[in-house]
Structures are given as C-alpha cells and as structure tokens.
C-alpha cells in the first residue's frame, strides 16, 4: 500500500537532494563569512553518513564533503583573502574534479553489489552515477561560460559577474534537483501501476521480490513461478492464440489460462484471479499435475501446470470462450514442431497425452 509517509521516504532517498549542501553554500557564501558557509555546508553533507544511509544513495553528499574539504585547505593556499566569489569558483573546480574521479569507481562497486541480489540498491547506484554524469558536464559548462566572461566581458559588465558565478549555478542544480524530483514522482505513479513478482528457488522457496519490468529487461536473472491451466473437455485441449504482449510465443496457441503468481499470493489465489478475469467464475475444478523449470534465452521459470477437466457439455458452453477452439489429440501431434504451438505447451502435450488426456480418454469410450 502507498501512503503519503511511504511517498515521503521514497523522495527522501533521491540521490539529487545530494546537490543541495553545495546549493546552500552557494546562498551562504553571499550572506556569511566563507567559512562559516564552507563549514555549514560540509556538516550538511555528512549528515547521511553519521545517520548511516547506504552508500549508493549518498554518493553525491561524499562528494561533496570531499569536495569541501579540499577546497578548505585549498583556501589558505589560493585565496588567502577568501574572498567570497573566488573561493566559490575554487570549491565548484574542485567538486567537478571529484565528480571525474569518483566516477572512476562505478566498476568497482557495481561489481561489489552483482554478488547480491538486491535490484533496488543497483537501481539506486545507476541513478546516483547517471546524475553525476549528468552534474559534470551541467557545471563544467557553466564553468566555461564563467572563463569565458572574464575573459571578454567582465570589464564592460562587471555587474553581470556574480550572476553569473553564483545565480547561474544555482539554476543549474534546481533545474537538475526539479527534474530528478519530477522523475522519482513518474516513478512512484508506475510502481503503484507495477507488478512484483517473487524471486524463487526451483524447489519454490521465496527469496525476495522483483518489478516485473525489471526482471524482463534483465531477461532469465530471475526465477519466477508461473501458473498454466489446461482445460480439457470430451477429450480434447482448448486452445487459443496467446496475446501479442506476451513474452514468450506471441500469436502462438497455447492454454487460455497463464499467469506469474504475484509476491505475498498463494497458489490457490493466484488460480482463482487467474480463472475469473478469463472466463468470470472461479468455481473452475482444477487439479496439479506438474512443476518443472522452464528456461531459454528469454526468461526462466518455475511453471506449476494444472488441468481443468469439464465433462458437461452445458458447463464448457457456459464458460463462454472465445478466440480458441477444442483440439484433438491428433490434430496437435500433426502440428507439433510446425511453429503453431507454444514451446511451453509442445514440452508439456507429451506428458498430458500420456496422463490425463488418456484416461480422459479411456473414460468418454465407456
């Protein structure tokens, strides 16, 4: 469930609120001694180290307090007077810098995190790099607009110099801060729409959650359980064309009934959603017959199969199915390997063929 305070916690944890110890020094300097801002804006970027926020989320706040620290010593150095503009120019050189540098460990710590499997903390680091990519080049162009003018300019328009320095580099990084916050809000209205599916173990065991996007991009990572119904009646498969959004065998035939269970469903209440939002009814008898993995280049799976047998003729009528049709035994033996089938469904028809569809069989002929 997504209440306010949850909404809340997510736009706490965006990495762009990473810029903002460097935005108050900007106002600071202005107003108080530069050291006084220098200090006040360290303070504010080790904040989330002492409160322990993970390393991938406060990447822009380390940067940060490094960035200060070097440019505290640099001072005494360079600008001994520390005057207000220079030392700002000063500690925005040194930052961009360590941006570059930092940058430099990307491989190093996705490395580190590719040994778990806690997506959202990759998703975290991936964000927290793209955002520095994106404030080093935001500020090394303005740094180059800034050269630029006191090389060509500032004598005609000394006036324009401090809005330049210190105005246009606080627009920069609210635009880059507003656009961030803009995205993690887009985000928050697609997680609510997402699907979360279970991380399992071939024998079933739950390890953790994963979006489904998600895992479709990262294609066979994960194993996720699957739940596939055959519905036979008089002896026959009903089949229909999967849906063209499918990622496995769109068009292709295959059951009218296939779903990944969702995370904190059991398999009882996967079936009756399942079943209900096909046919309207979850009063459909079903029975297990089969678990196996599934796995091409794809997407891997863990299917549960089961099978639905309806032997009135009046109850399969009233199921009122559509788009499909009932297929014999030998009108799919004739087919299979044809490109008709789902290959899910040509691993499975064997077996069936062999268990339940004979004796179904063996019982119409009595």
Request: aromatic share 12%; glycine share 4%; with cysteine.
């Amino acid at each position: 469930m997504y209440t306010s305070s949850n909404v809340f916690k997510r736009n706490l944890t965006n990495p762009a609120l990473g810029l903002l110890p460097f935005f108050i020094f900007s106002i600071l300097i202005g107003q108080v001694n530069t050291v006084l801002a220098l200090g006040i804006a360290f303070g504010l970027s080790i904040l989330p180290l002492i409160f322990r926020v993970r390393a991938e989320i406060r990447i822009l706040y380390d940067v940060s307090a490094w960035s200060f620290l070097i440019t505290g010593i640099g001072l005494a150095f360079l600008v001994p007077d520390l005057h207000p503009q220079f030392s700002f120019i000063l500690a925005e050189i040194v930052f961009v810098f360590s941006i570059m540098i930092f940058r430099l460990t990307r491989k190093s710590m996705i490395r580190r995190l590719h040994k778990t499997q806690q997506v959202q903390r990759k998703h975290y680091l991936n964000e927290s790099f793209q955002l520095l990519f994106q404030t080093q080049y935001a500020l090394t162009f303005h740094l180059i607009v800034i050269l630029g003018f006191r090389v060509f300019f500032i004598l005609r328009y000394p006036v324009l110099d401090i809005i330049l320095v210190l105005n246009l580099f606080q627009i920069t990084l609210a635009t880059i801060i507003i656009i961030q916050v803009l995205r993690f809000k887009i985000l928050e209205k697609r997680l609510k729409k997402e699907e979360w599916l279970p991380v399992v173990t071939e024998q079933g065991d739950v390890q953790g959650r994963i979006a489904k996007s998600v895992s479709q991009n990262l294609k066979n990572k994960f194993l996720h359980p699957l739940i596939r119904v055959a519905l036979i009646h008089d002896g026959k498969l009903y089949l229909k064309s999967r849906d063209a959004s499918r990622l496995l065998d769109p068009g292709k035939l295959d059951y009218p009934f296939e779903k990944y269970m969702q995370y904190n469903h059991n398999l009882e209440e996967a079936i009756a959603n399942m079943i209900k939002k096909e046919v309207n009814t979850d009063k459909l008898p079903v029975r297990f017959i089969l678990k196996y993995v599934f796995e091409n280049e794809n997407t891997k799976r863990l299917i549960f199969l089961y099978v639905s047998i309806i032997t009135s003729e009046d109850a399969f009528n009233a199921l009122n199915l559509k788009n499909g049709k009932l297929w014999t035994p030998a009108q799919i033996e004739e087919n299979i390997g044809n490109d008709v089938f789902c290959e899910c469904f040509e691993l499975e028809f064997e077996y069936l063929k062999n268990t339940v569809l004979m004796f179904n069989l063996s019982k119409i002929g009595q």
